[in-house]
């Protein structure tokens, strides 16, 4: 049983360098705070580590303790399981350091990086990881879930990226993990989430590409849905795999490069990104830019840097956030006409739902790691969103609709790292009985009590 009360701070503060924040501090409720809003959760103590040593620190206090403890790294993963009730936090988000080595192509991250400061070090050099689609979202939690971008399908998931990481264990022990040490832990990092440790430091394997691609958003109005869904179907399994497409269902932002008329109006827009040479770039993408008059096109040339924040805008914290998502087997005809129903009645303008398209080198890699489903290319991702502290009934009721309208269009298969709290059926989903047996295996090596259990959980 966890103590809710009566942490015996000092303790701790004796052998931690960083700041220990109770609720009487000023800075505690930014601190226990998550991006999505709708998690309201009181920690008894956020132990912001300065480095590995407070990590080994905080853990064998929390042990000691009977601590329920959280794992912060950017702070974005949905179910919010970055804070907690009465626990400890350990709270990562100010280790953000990112060393290149331009020579072995190699980045060094410390845990509370965001993509944005791995893209910044990384360009530099003409070099990247494949990150995610949001430049503040983590690469923590995002990268020990897999973690898929506009990168993926050249370079396969971040984690099919990762070269080793250094992890401080249930039982406070630091350890390396890599594909020639403590191998059965690097298997289940890559993809199992936090459930093993905690991550003190990755590295990673860099690959050419920018500083410049070409890529932005295509507009086109909602009756153009079915279309444009049937035209997709078709032609992203031959396009190319230095082309990434995002399609992407919401109301038009009232943004300047919005025609008027449309605004707050329901569209259908494709994210496009392709990161190859530029000639062979513009002809990629041709059929995709010429398949129908667009209400608006906003592809160019751009630094990839400015590409990967290119939606950051509509992402930031503090707004009530709903989601759920599914692999679904392709874009049926059944399939398109549930989209475009609920494309017509989507409740928030805050909202968007998405079909990401994957395969390629995320497809083709080695399947050696907990990272599942790699063989299914069309990902639905609903991200229901509407301010805070506002009803929330009728958004969730619209999220629900879409998703139950597309389960015949699924096997039940998810994403980890898209899961909400949706029950120990739904991250069996995410891995499948076999890769799911396996992280029991190596969860009852590494955690046996459970201690990492804020997450997507792998009961020992
Ligand atoms: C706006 C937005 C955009 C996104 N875009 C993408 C995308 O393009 N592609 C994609 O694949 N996913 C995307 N995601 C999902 C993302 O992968 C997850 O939310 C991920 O968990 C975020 O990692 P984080 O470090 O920010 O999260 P956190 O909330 O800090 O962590 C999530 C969980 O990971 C574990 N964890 C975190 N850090 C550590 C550590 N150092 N050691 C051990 N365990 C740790 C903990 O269990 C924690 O609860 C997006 C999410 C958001 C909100």
Same mark, same amino acid.
Request: aromatic share 10%; charged share 20%.
């Given at each position: ?34 991006? #999505? ?82 893209? #910044? ?6 070099? %990247? ?21 506009? !990168?993926?399908?050249?370079? =396969?998931?971040? @984690? ?14 630091? !350890?390396?993990?890599? /594909?020639?040490?403590?191998?059965? !832990? ?23 590409? =920018?500083?410049?691609? +070409? ?14 869904? *049937? ?7 031959? @396009? ?9 269902? *919401? ?13 707050? $109006?329901?569209?259908?827009?494709? +994210?496009?990104?392709?990161? =190859?040479?530029?000639? $062979? ?19 160019? *040339? ?5 590409? $990967? ?11 009530? #956030?709903?989601?759920? @998502? ?16 609920? +494309? %017509? ?45 506002? /009803? ?12 139950? =309208? ?12 898209? +899961? ?41």
């Amino acid at each position: 049983m966890a103590i809710t009360t009566g942490i015996p701070v000092n303790e701790l503060r004796s052998r931690f360098r960083g700041a220990l924040i109770t609720p009487e501090d000023e800075r505690y409720e930014a601190a226990a705070a998550v991006w #999505n809003g709708s998690i309201r959760r009181r920690p008894a103590l956020v132990a912001r580590c300065t480095g590995t040593a407070d990590v080994i620190a905080a853990v064998g206090f929390a042990r000691r303790h009977d601590l329920l403890v959280a794992v912060r790294g950017g702070g974005h993963n949905i179910a919010g399981n970055a804070t907690c009730d009465d626990g400890l936090v350990i709270d990562l988000s100010g280790l953000r350091t990112v060393r290149v080595d331009p020579v072995s192509r190699r980045a060094y991250v410390d845990p509370g990086c965001v993509w944005g400061d791995v893209d #910044n070090e990384t360009q530099t050099f003409g070099l %990247a990881v494949p990150g995610g689609i949001v430049s503040t979202t983590g690469v923590a939690g995002f990268t020990l879930g897999g973690g898929f971008g506009h !990168l993926t399908r050249r370079f =396969g998931f971040a @984690s099919d990226n990762l070269v080793g990481a250094d992890v401080v264990t249930a039982d406070a022990r630091f !350890l390396h993990a890599s /594909a020639t040490e403590n191998e059965d !832990l690097f298997w289940a990092i890559r993809g199992g989430g936090g459930n093993f440790g905690v991550v003190t430091a990755f590295e990673f394997r860099l690959h050419e590409a =920018g500083p410049e691609v +070409l890529g932005g958003l295509i507009f086109h109005p909602a009756e153009r849905a079915p279309s444009l869904l *049937r035209f997709l179907r078709d032609y992203l399994p031959s @396009s190319s795999e230095e082309l990434t497409v995002f399609t992407i269902m *919401r109301k038009a932002p009232a943004a300047a490069f919005v025609p008027a008329q449309f605004h707050g $109006q329901p569209v259908i827009a494709n +994210l496009v990104v392709h990161s =190859g040479d530029p000639t $062979q770039a513009e002809r990629d993408l041709d059929p995709l830019r010429t398949f129908a008059e667009p209400l608006v096109d906003l592809v160019g *040339r751009r630094p990839y840097t400015a590409v $990967q924040a290119l939606t950051d805008a509509s992402w930031a914290p503090g707004f009530e #956030n709903y989601w759920k @998502s599914d692999y679904v087997v392709g874009i049926p005809e059944g399939a398109i006409d549930v989209l475009t129903e609920h +494309l %017509a009645t989507i409740t928030s303008p805050l909202s968007d739902f998405k079909i990401a398209y994957l395969g390629g080198a995320a497809a083709r890699l080695s399947d050696d790691s907990a990272l599942s489903h790699r063989n299914l290319c069309f990902l639905l991702n609903i991200n229901t969103r509407w301010p805070l502290g506002t /009803a929330s009934a009728a958004h969730k009721e619209w999220t629900r609709s879409l998703f139950e =309208g597309m389960k015949p269009f699924s096997e039940g298969k998810v994403y980890v790292n898209f +899961l909400m709290d949706e029950g120990q059926d739904r991250v069996r989903a995410a891995y499948g009985p076999e890769k799911y047996e396996r992280l029991v295996a190596i969860k009852r090596r590494y955690d046996p009590d459970n201690v990492f259990r804020l997450n997507q959980n792998v009961k020992p």
